[in-house]
């Protein structure tokens, strides 16, 4: 695993420096004044600046002198808040489905993504800095995952950001079961797939283990073939590789679940091996056990307010999260979805109405919680020094419906700026003035 | 034992009919967002037997009014959503919980009114966020059926239904397959046939509608002449015919629209343009033709080749061609995000007044039921939703909400209880 990855990784760099050595490492130094900051840790600035430098969040506050030679922003009247992150997508994927076996761990997303796929532009315009791209849920273990910095315009390897430990994802209830023609049929079915897998992969870690082991001498050899040649190393196996990064904790598990007992089944496979799940995916029922979930320190990254298309989705209720979060569980809230992606900060106000969610941490749910979902939050989510400098620029309170998204900003670059948009206002002068007035094309 | 039953009885009545027939009710000290008037700071709306009495300033407080004081808050009317399938339907994946498709070409026998389950548990928690009055439809092929105006509020349908019908659901036959995903496909030979001929019923049908209508008027007038034999599916049209009730008409590309504006025109009749996926490329067009629309693709994704807020700004153009238009939302479980829809208009362009109007007294115009609803007058329906914020607002708190003048528990819904239930829930640890 780690051998493939890294040569992944340096053929990303040598890609990098060979076509695009500039927009790498450009120093991107951003001034944005006179702003309403939302900075994700509670505290809010009233006519404050941001001072980008490096790609780097390097000054934020009240009194801060404009550096020379930087781009300023003038953002009088609007706010600042940190860009906003999607924990849950399939967005620009080539396809995100490998479901051929109830275990497809060996499978990464990464090696899918379209990068001028539209929907990322879509989510970039409404203020979305960052997108958690997942594999599908039609199978129980599913793919590794990829996390995306909208720099529109940007090649693929760009875009596509560091990211280590990576991530795995599994799918619980309707989704892995449904068709009768393969196992499992039911949820016993999806436990036991899982309770093998991960024996399997003990095993498989075992056998690495005893084999390095031997290696050093710190065992000794078997019998006497292994005396004269060495240790046999066990069959490398992908599938094995990425569930043992799971069991050690290195790799991130999310875990797609919609029923109440699905999360804590998940939660008790977690403590029999081991490990610690990082996030419970949609969580429409996970009200119900929200205790269990404090318990487990798993962050719920959730729909709102989305839900009634099938059985399982029937019981979801939009105080869910506002639940959630009063019992003291990480809310992350998500789309998984290229249209409600342009909406998460709705989603995250209806939460207010929805079980009086504190301000604050209604922000956070798609910001900083989203980052805990992704262990990313010493990067990306809050407004603070040394954090990647992405922003989201809004017209007014970002949590009100009456305000638009008008820049996004990444590490200091602005991607997305309205005013230099096309718009439909635009779009409509333009037809007008060249006397097409119909849309249809001169009719 | 006669005289405890009449004692009962008496105690009954009083207990279940005095409240509702005779209390006075003022809402005081609030905003009052009327919509089709000014607004009024700490105005006063009293109301008396599901009827708006009073609305203004400085009004007296009649004795013996119950007093809800909105001080700080905000009186709305309730909003309406149409098109939609409350009512008739509750988990979509399952067709034992869904009655609102009917098999068949020409349904206008079909009355939805017969699907309506009063106690959908759709309707409360979808009233949460201020939506109190709604046109529920019927679909199938061409003609789907007859739809009804009903409160989200009350014991039983008959209770709940106000009009019914109210109007008739008609999809326009299409030449033009337009599939949800991916651009519009052309028509085959076969697809142009079946639509012809479909329109061509369907034109008869009018037609023979119209005869059946005036035959029946005929027999009532003049004494002799006897009635023509009853025939259901024109009695369920002679309202359409007469311009009586609107037709909730689906069209959506550009030909079909053209074309069900000719229709319409060619008929006489009342129509509501719902789909109507292209309306906006010929605002102008269906703004001289006086046929309104009910825009449902706000959250539509546009492609690359138009502006990425298309959809989010279309309302300005309906507004800028003179087009009456509302919002509606297509499925049932989203009732409740139609104010959102509407308020999502306003950054890009549209007024928060227009977009109010548009979820309030623009349907009802549209349905012919603004004599009743849509907005805070004197002699309307008191549908009230008094709350913390703009009624369009996502974080918006209702605090009340009435209904028919009926004060509406908000807490009584399944989503409520279940929050309820498992908020509360007691501090459980396994026993070892």
């Known amino acids: 695993m780690r051998t493939i990855f890294s040569i992944q990784r340096i053929t990303i760099v040598v890609a990098c420096l060979l076509f695009s050595a500039f927009p790498l490492f450009a120093q991107s130094d951003l001034f944005i004044t006179n702003a309403h900051i939302i900075t994700g840790t509670g505290e809010e600035i009233d006519n404050g600046s941001i001072y980008i430098k490096d790609g780097k969040i390097l000054a934020i506050g009240k009194d801060i002198a404009q550096p020379k030679d930087v781009t300023v922003v003038d953002a009088k009247g609007q706010w600042a808040m940190p860009g906003i992150i999607d924990e849950h997508s399939h967005m620009a994927m080539e396809s995100f489905n490998e479901a051929t076996s109830q275990n497809s761990a060996m499978v990464d997303i990464t090696d899918v993504v379209r990068h ?37 315009g940007r090649d ?51 056998a690495w283990e005893t084999y390095e082991a031997k290696k050093s001498g710190k065992i000794k050899p078997s019998n006497s073939y292994e005396k004269k040649f060495g240790p046999v190393a066990p069959k490398y196996d992908m599938q094995m590789e990425t569930l043992v990064g799971v069991l050690k904790d290195e790799i991130r598990s999310h875990i797609h679940a919609y029923s109440a007992q699905e999360m804590t089944m998940f939660s008790r496979i977690g403590r029999e091996f081991g490990f610690h799940p990082t996030s419970y995916e949609h969580v429409l029922e996970g009200y119900k056990v929200a205790d269990e979930l404090a318990e487990a320190g798993t962050v719920s990254s959730m729909f709102v307010d989305f839900w009634n298309y099938k059985v399982e989705a029937s019981n979801a209720i939009p105080f869910g999260a506002a639940l959630l979060n009063e019992k003291g569980v990480k809310v992350a809230i998500h789309s998984d979805s290229d249209d409600r992606v342009r909406r998460l900060q709705l989603d995250a106000a209806k939460t207010i109405r929805y079980g009086n969610m504190p301000r604050d941490e209604a922000f956070r749910t798609i910001t900083y919680n989203a980052a805990l979902g992704m262990r990313l939050e010493e990067r990306i989510g809050l407004l603070k020094v040394g954090m990647d400098g992405d922003v989201a620029i809004f017209d007014g309170d970002p949590l009100s419906v009456f305000s638009k998204c008008v820049k996004t900003i990444i590490e200091g670059e602005i991607f997305f700026d309205r005013d230099k948009a096309m718009t439909t206002e635009k779009w409509i002068k333009e037809a007008k003035k060249a006397n097409k007035i119909s849309f249809e094309g001169g009719k | 034992m006669r005289l405890s039953k009449i004692l009962l009885v008496a105690f009954a009545a009083l207990c279940f009919s005095a409240p509702l027939s005779a209390q006075i009710y003022a809402v005081t000290g609030g905003t009052v967002v009327t919509v089709t008037k000014s607004e009024i700071e700490n105005g006063t709306v009293i109301f008396e037997n599901g009827t708006i009495k009073e609305v203004g300033s400085n009004l007296t407080v009649p004795a013996g009014a119950i007093v809800i004081d909105a001080t700080g808050k905000f009186v709305f009317p309730g909003m309406i959503d149409i098109n939609t399938t409350l009512g008739l339907s509750d988990v979509s994946g399952i067709w034992q919980t869904t009655d609102n498709r009917e098999t068949g070409k020409f349904n206008s026998d079909i009355r939805a009114s017969q699907g309506f389950n009063a106690d959908n548990r759709q309707i409360n928690m979808q009233r949460y966020t201020g939506v109190t009055t709604a046109i529920a439809t019927p679909s199938a092929e061409i003609i ?71 035959a029946i008027d005929a027999s009532k007038n003049n004494t002799g002449v006897s009635a023509p034999p ?119 362009g549209l007024s928060k007044e227009d977009a109010l109007k548009a979820v309030t007294i623009n349907p009802a115009k549209m349905y012919g039921i603004d004599d009743i609803l849509g907005s805070i007058e004197v002699g309307k329906m008191a549908n009230l939703v008094i709350s913390n914020g703009h009624l369009l607002e996502p974080s918006t708190i209702i605090d009340k909400m009435f209904i028919d003048g009926d004060e509406v528990n908000l807490g009584d819904n399944d989503d409520y209880q279940k929050y309820l239930k498992y908020r509360t829930r007691p501090d459980y640890k396994k026993k070892k």
């Open chain 1, 156 to 206: 693929r390897e760009t875009i596509i950001i560091e990211n280590n430990p990576e991530g795995l994802k599994f799918a619980l209830g309707e989704n892995p079961i449904r068709g009768d023609s393969r196992y499992p049929n039911s949820r016993m079915g999806i436990e036991h797939i899982l309770r093998n897998e991960f024996i399997r992969a003990q095993e498989y870690k075992k």
């Open chain 2, 230 to 348: 009853v025939d259901l599916r024109l009695e369920g049209l002679v309202k359409v015919v007469r311009g009586e009730i609107p037709v909730t008409l689906n069209a959506n590309g550009i030909d079909d629209i053209r074309k069900a504006i000719e229709f319409v025109q060619d008929h006489n009749l009342k129509a509501v343009l719902v789909g109507a996926s292209d309306a906006y490329k010929i605002a102008d067009e269906i703004a001289a033709a006086g046929i309104p629309v009910a825009y449902s693709e706000l959250l539509k994704l546009p492609d690359m080749d138009v502006p990425y807020d298309l959809y989010y700004a279309i309302p300005t153009i309906f507004r800028d061609a003179g087009v009456l238009f509302s919002f509606h939302v297509p499925s049932h479980a989203d009732v409740r995000n139609l104010p959102f829809m509407a308020g999502m208009s306003v950054p890009y």
């Open chain 1, 116 to 152: 001028d796929d539209y929907s990322l532009y879509r989510a970039l315009a409404s203020g979305v800095t960052t997108v958690h791209g997942f594999h599908g849920s039609a199978n129980v273990i599913g793919g590794r995952d990829e996390v995306i910095k909208i720099k529109w």
């Open chain 2, 144 to 214: 789907g059926g007859q739809e009804f105006l009903f409160n989200l509020n009350g014991w039983s349908n008959e209770h709940m239904i106000i009009r019914d019908p109210v109007s008739m659901q008609i999809t326009y036959p299409s030449a033009q397959s337009r599939s949800r995903y991916g651009p519009p496909q052309p028509a085959t030979k076969e697809q142009k046939e079946e639509a012809k001929k479909n329109l061509t019923e369907l034109n008869d049908l009018l037609n023979k509608a119209l005869k059946y209508a005036d």
